[in-house]
């Protein structure tokens, strides 16, 4: 099983990487960061998160925007991983699926690392699957390389950049 280090507290339930968790108001983290993006989401609302890219705090804290994202087939579906940033993922529409490994056992690199995109890609078989639905977020800190866009049809959904 993947390290499982970060945690959000919701009542007593636990949000940890690479987990599909559904959102409520009432999730919080002990990282900062991660919580402003949580308050983000609450005060929107999911559905009406932006659709262009937003500094919340600098280059520290990063919403993508809302995109309508096409899903692809396993195999076309590659990991990948980033060093400087962790992704908090949310599904607004549909199901997608994440094939999951840690970045440890990532042995054959398609593409290397690129500081300036901060992003690096494998080709190896993944670990494990993870699939979201509507409402659902995820938590994908640096050692867990994904492979994100799997299944069929598109998805609507939002990407934060939480500095690591």
Known sequence: ???RQATLIKNMHKLEPNIPTTFTNFIDSPNPLISKALKYIREKGAANLPREK???D???LI???LVDAPLKQKNE???EAHKKYIDLQIIVEGTESFGIKN???CKNVKLPYNPEKDIE???DNYSEIATLKSGQIILLPPESAHAPQIGEGSVLK????IKA
């Open 54 to 56: 937003v500094f919340i």
């Open 1 to 3: 099983m993947l390290n």
């Open 77 to 79: 579906a590659f990991l």
């Open 121 to 123: 890609f494998f080709s």
């Open 63 to 65: 919403f993508n925007g």
């Open 158 to 161: 939002g990407v934060f950049k």
């Open 103 to 105: 970045i440890r056992d």
């Open 58 to 60: 600098g280059d520290s």
